[in-house]
């Protein structure tokens, strides 16, 4: 029997991604990502040159659009179905002792779409995972700054989150990562007013990538809503005295 070899890609600069994960995806016979509809899509375009002469490419497009919203039943029946459609089309190619290189942004297991498809895998062919750095650890080295300093906690929260609900997890939080932004950056921005931690947030978009932007987010235009991108906000806790350099 094949298995199906899922390769984190990491933060977006082909450089990040591990040995291991390099050396799949250039040995590859099939090779599937996930993109919308009539998109390269991000993971394919990060291993734009990669890929060995022949290898077969199975681009998995989501059904979804934005006009379905993401808590509906509809929205849910459709995801599923495709999930299902894929892990079916997946594991046939493994039946018929095949390899696939699935790739995956980030990595696979922190909010990656490949989970959905290892749920539906893992019982019945051969799967494994290949870790990749995730796009938030990218971004804070991009910044050049800790995110963290001594007994600081770190909160991730996604931007689709309820306001309130963000509100309510930013109020104790020390250190904050916030994912998803898009379209859902003005709840963002307005839950980080509401805690008064907004002066201390930042803009990551694009990190590690070409066309990288890093910028205070109290000065980003209320409607500039990058799909890439990831809000960061830097925790204060206790530190070294910094007695510089002799």
Known sequence: MGRILCAGLGPGDPDLMAVRADRAIRTARHIAYFRKAGRQGQ?????EGMLAPGAVEHAMEYPV????????????HLLS??????????????????EVVVLCEGDPF?????????????????????????????CWNAMGTPVTWGDDVLTVLMGTLPEQELVAHMRGADALAI???GRNLPRVRRALQAVGRLDD???????????QRIAPLAQIDADDCPYFAIVLVHGRGRRPVARGVA
């Open 179 to 181: 994912m998803k932004t």
């Open 81 to 98: 179905a495709f999930y299902d459609g894929w892990a079916g089309r997946l594991a046939a190619l493994a039946g018929a002792r095949q």
């Open 110 to 138: 922190f909010y990656g779409s490949f989970m959905h498809l290892y749920v539906r895998l893992k019982d019945h062919v051969p799967v494994e995972v290949i870790p990749g750095i995730p796009g938030m650890v990218g």
């Open 65 to 76: 659009t934005t006009e379905i919203p993401f808590d509906s039943p509809e929205y849910n």
């Open 43 to 47: 993971a394919r375009r990060i291993v």
């Open 201 to 211: 947030a930042w803009l990551i978009e694009r990190g590690t990538m070409p066309g």
